[in-house]
Every structure is written in C-alpha cells, then in structure tokens.
C-alpha cells in the first residue's frame, strides 16, 4: 500500500518556485492497478519520483508498505526500493548485455547465487513470453520486446510494486495491448501492485481498477475506473474521457439528419447490467411509439458495459413524454441541444 498525506512538491529555480505538487492526499491499495493521467507538466512523473524516494516532498508525508519514507536511513532507502521494480517509456535497457543479461543485472547486484540466477532469468523469459531471444541483444528486439524485457528485468527481485512511467507510449496500438494485458498478468498472477503514469486515456482503460487525473500538481479528481468514465465531474477529466469517446456523429451525419426532418435528439446511457437489457424496445412498445437509433457506442470498462445512444422518438408527443419519463427512472436520458452548422 502506498499513502500520500497532503503531499507537496515545490522546486526551487533562481527565485522562481515551481509548485510541481501540491496537497496530495491519495491512498493506492494493496494489489490494485493503479492509473495517474495528467497532461504534460502536472506532476505525475515528480509524483512517482517521490515514491522511489528520488526526490524528498517538501511538505507532508508517504509511506510505502506501512514504512514513512521521511524517516529512512540510506541503506532502508535501498530496501524499499528493492521492493519497487520501474519500467519507462523508452525502456532503459542496457545495450551491451543480452536478454537473459539485462533480466540477471539487478539480481547480480543483489549478490543471488550464479544457479539461482539462471532459474529465475529463465522463469521469467517465460512468463514474459522471450525464452527464445534469452541470447539476442536488445538492438535486435521490437519495441514490444523491450518492453517485455524491461517487465522481465522488474519482477527479478520480487517487487511488491511495479511503477510504469508512461510505459506503452513509445509502442504501436497493437502492441500497447499485448503490453498491457501482459501488466493485468503481472498483477493478477503475482498479486503486484501497479502504480502507472500516463497521459493516454485508453490505457486506464484497458486495465486499471482506479484513477487520479492531475492538473497543475493537484488531483483533481480520484476514483474508480468505471464511476469516472461514467460520471466526470471535472472539465480536465471530461476532456480526457471525449479523447477516446466519440459521443455525437460528425457534423455531416448530423446535417443529413436534420434535412430528413429529424426530431429531438435524446441520449441515453446504459450503465453495467442494464445494457444488455432490452429495456428501449420494453419502454416504446408499451408507449406506442417507435425509436431510431441515431448513433451509438457501447464499451466495456473494468467488465461492465457502458452504453451511449442518441436516439430520436417518433410518434404522438404525450406518449412519447411518458415514455422518457419512464426511461428516466431506470437509465439516464436527457434531450440533447445540438449546435447545427
Ligand atoms: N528537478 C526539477 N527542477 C525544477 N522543476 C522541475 C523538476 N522536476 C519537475 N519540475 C517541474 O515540475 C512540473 C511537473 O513536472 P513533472 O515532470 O512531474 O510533470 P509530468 O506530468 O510528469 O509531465 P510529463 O508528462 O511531461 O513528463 C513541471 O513544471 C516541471 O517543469
């Protein structure tokens, strides 16, 4: 578990003070994956520099697995961060050594038994899905497969936390997900907790189980993966759900939309059991109305369905505001202004 008491962050530059984080109070628990998502410059790479004891806050206070950094000696400094493995954005391998070499590096340093040392390299060549490449060089590898060696080369000392600084950034869509499902196995099968960074919204997505959105140095908003997407509160976080959620059709569909005489326009969201209940076609039916669907999108977060669907009624208007009062109670629905071009 890693705590954060109203953290603050403040550098020092000539005479000018930069606030890189301020009044942090944030709780990660054991096992969860983790997710910080901020835009450029918000704080969220000094935030996990913080936890590795990088740098030291200048107010407030962190603990790692129970143990407050403030008050480590040097040599307790090094255990905790044994216990943190890291992997980054462009994957800091060392080029001179192989596969199998990068992965042993760290368990040289911690003086492990030479044997012992080729058992957990290949255990874990395995478990990233790399036992063939054991002999290759890094310059030899895809990007994908850095990553995997960089993943490898993190768990070797049995960390009980996996800190990833913008891990899959540097990384084609295809292979972000083959990374990213491998970070759900990390955590899944070896019980470590995640902690990443990331300025992309689809990789809280994929495989975290909460968020913290970062502004200027403050978290602005904290929760749950699923209740965020579903119900931002703050602008910053609405913007960054719109980047990978489309949730009107483009102005031209719109516009032919309206030349065949369109109606109003109602959204309505579906949230976990409810989308794939047939409850539109229950609720028009017994109103005596028909519905178009307009356009629509259903995802799956954190194993629950979110859907969005803009649909238009047609039919007599009484019945058909009884029937977006019925539909009110059980999904949410509201009219939707549109800005025609
Ligand atoms: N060592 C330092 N000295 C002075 N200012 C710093 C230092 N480290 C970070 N900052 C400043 O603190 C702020 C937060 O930076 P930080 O790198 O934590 O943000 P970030 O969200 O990780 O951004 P990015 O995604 O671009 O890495 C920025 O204004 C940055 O310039």
């Given at each position: 578990?890693?705590?954060?008491?109203?953290?603050?962050?403040?550098?020092?530059?000539?005479?000018?003070?930069?606030?890189?984080?301020?009044?942090?109070?944030?709780?990660?628990?054991?096992?969860?994956?983790?997710?910080?998502?901020?835009?450029?410059?918000?704080?969220?790479?000094?935030?996990?520099?913080?936890?590795?004891?990088?740098?030291?806050?200048?107010?407030?206070?962190?603990?790692?697995?129970?143990?407050?950094?403030?008050?480590?000696?040097?040599?307790?400094?090094?255990?905790?961060?044994?216990?943190?493995?890291?992997?980054?954005?462009?994957?800091?391998?060392?080029?001179?050594?192989?596969?199998?070499?990068?992965?042993?590096?760290?368990?040289?340093?911690?003086?492990?038994?030479?044997?012992?040392?080729?058992?957990?390299?290949?255990?874990?060549?395995?478990?990233?899905?790399?036992?063939?490449?054991?002999?290759?060089?890094?310059?030899?590898?895809?990007?994908?497969?850095?990553?995997?060696?960089?993943?490898?080369?993190?768990?070797?000392?049995?960390?009980?936390?996996?800190?990833?600084?913008?891990?899959?950034?540097?990384?084609?869509?295809?292979?972000?997900?083959?990374?990213?499902?491998?970070?759900?196995?990390?955590?899944?099968?070896?019980?470590?907790?995640?902690?990443?960074?990331?300025?992309?919204?689809?990789?809280?997505?994929?495989?975290?189980?909460?968020?913290?959105?970062?502004?200027?140095?403050?978290?602005?908003?904290?929760?749950?993966?699923?209740?965020?997407f579903t119900s931002p509160v703050h602008p910053t976080t609405k913007r960054f759900?719109?980047?990978?959620?489309?949730?009107?059709?483009?102005?031209?569909?719109?516009?032919?939309?309206?030349?065949?005489?369109?109606?109003?326009?109602?959204?309505?969201?579906?949230?976990?059991?409810?989308?794939?209940?047939?409850?539109?076609?229950?609720?028009?039916?017994?109103?005596?109305?028909?519905?178009?669907?307009?356009?629509?999108?259903?995802?799956?977060?954190?194993?629950?369905?979110?859907?969005?669907?803009?649909?238009?009624?047609?039919?007599?208007?009484?019945?058909?505001?009884?029937?977006?009062?019925?539909?009110?109670?059980?999904?949410?629905?509201?009219?939707?202004?549109v800005a025609w071009a």
């Amino acid at each position: 578990m890693i705590t954060f008491r109203n953290v603050s962050k403040t550098f020092t530059i000539g005479k000018r003070e930069v606030h890189a984080v301020r009044n942090v109070d944030l709780t990660i628990e054991q096992g969860e994956i983790f997710g910080i998502i901020g835009f450029s410059g918000a704080g969220k790479s000094t935030l996990l520099r913080l936890v590795n004891v990088l740098e030291i806050p200048s107010a407030g206070s962190i603990e790692v697995q129970g143990v407050d950094l403030a008050k480590l000696s040097p040599r307790e400094v090094r255990k905790v961060r044994r216990g943190i493995g890291m992997i980054f954005q462009n994957f800091n391998l060392l080029t001179s050594r192989t596969v199998a070499g990068n992965i042993a590096y760290p368990l040289k340093l911690a003086k492990v038994p030479r044997q012992k040392i080729k058992e957990r390299v290949d255990e874990l060549l395995r478990f990233v899905g790399l036992s063939e490449k054991a002999k290759n060089y890094p310059e030899q590898l895809s990007g994908g497969q850095k990553q995997r060696v960089g993943i490898a080369r993190a768990l070797a000392t049995s960390p009980d936390i996996l800190i990833c600084d913008e891990a899959t950034s540097a990384l084609d869509p295809d292979t972000t997900g083959d990374i990213l499902r491998l970070l759900k196995k990390v955590n899944k099968e070896l019980g470590i907790t995640i902690l990443l960074i990331t300025h992309e919204m689809h990789v809280i997505q994929a495989i975290c189980d909460k968020v913290a959105v970062m502004e200027d140095g403050e978290v602005i908003e904290t929760g749950g993966v699923f209740d965020t997407f579903t119900s931002p509160v703050h602008p910053t976080t609405k913007r960054f759900i719109r980047s990978i959620q489309q949730d009107l059709p483009s102005p031209s569909l719109l516009e032919e939309w309206r030349h065949k005489g369109g109606e109003k326009l109602y959204r309505i969201i579906f949230k976990g059991e409810v989308a794939s209940d047939p409850v539109l076609s229950r609720v028009t039916r017994k109103h005596d109305i028909d519905v178009n669907i307009v356009y629509g999108s259903v995802q799956e977060i954190q194993a629950k369905f979110y859907g969005n669907l803009l649909v238009s009624f047609e039919g007599d208007e009484e019945k058909t505001a009884r029937a977006v009062k019925e539909l009110n109670d059980i999904v949410q629905i509201e009219e939707v202004e549109v800005a025609w071009a």
